[in-house]
Nanobody, 121 residues
Framework: QWQLVESGGGLVQSGWPLRLSCAAS????????MGWYRQAPGKQRELVAT???????NYADSVKGRFTISRDNAKNTVYLQMNSLKPEDTAVYYC???????????????WGQGTQVTVSS
């Protein structure tokens, strides 16, 4: 029943923004890291951005200055604001969460189902 649900993907023109969201359907006891990865057809999945439980962020070089990751702990939701989108950003974007679900659980790596982002030139 515990699940990550992504939303906000779609088709946009180059240079325009898009915001992705990822909400956990179950409770989270503590967060180690949450983030976004993406995978284009025929290519390996790559890291886009992460945010730690302490609020530290990291970005892939290809998206620095354009993408911003943020989190709303009260809603168990992580966001990815994508500005100045390029055709090269076209991919399926996956939410990732490394969390403890309960006080007695170990950290576990969860993945969302993915949401398609397509950027036209």
């Amino acid at each position: 029943q515990w699940q990550l649900v992504e939303s906000g993907g779609g088709l946009v023109q180059s240079g325009w923004p898009l915001r992705l969201s990822c909400a956990a359907s179950g409770i989270i006891f503590s967060i180690k890291t949450m983030g976004w990865y993406r995978q284009a057809p025929g290519k390996q999945r790559e890291l886009v951005a992460t945010i730690t439980g302490g609020g530290n962020t990291n970005y892939a070089d290809s998206v620095k200055g354009r993408f911003t990751i943020s989190r709303d702990n009260a809603k168990n939701t992580v966001y990815l604001q994508m500005n100045s989108l390029k055709p090269e950003d076209t991919a399926v974007y996956y939410c990732n969460a490394n969390v403890r679900r309960t006080s007695y659980s170990a950290n576990y790596n969860y993945w969302g189902q993915g949401t398609q982002v397509t950027v036209s030139s």
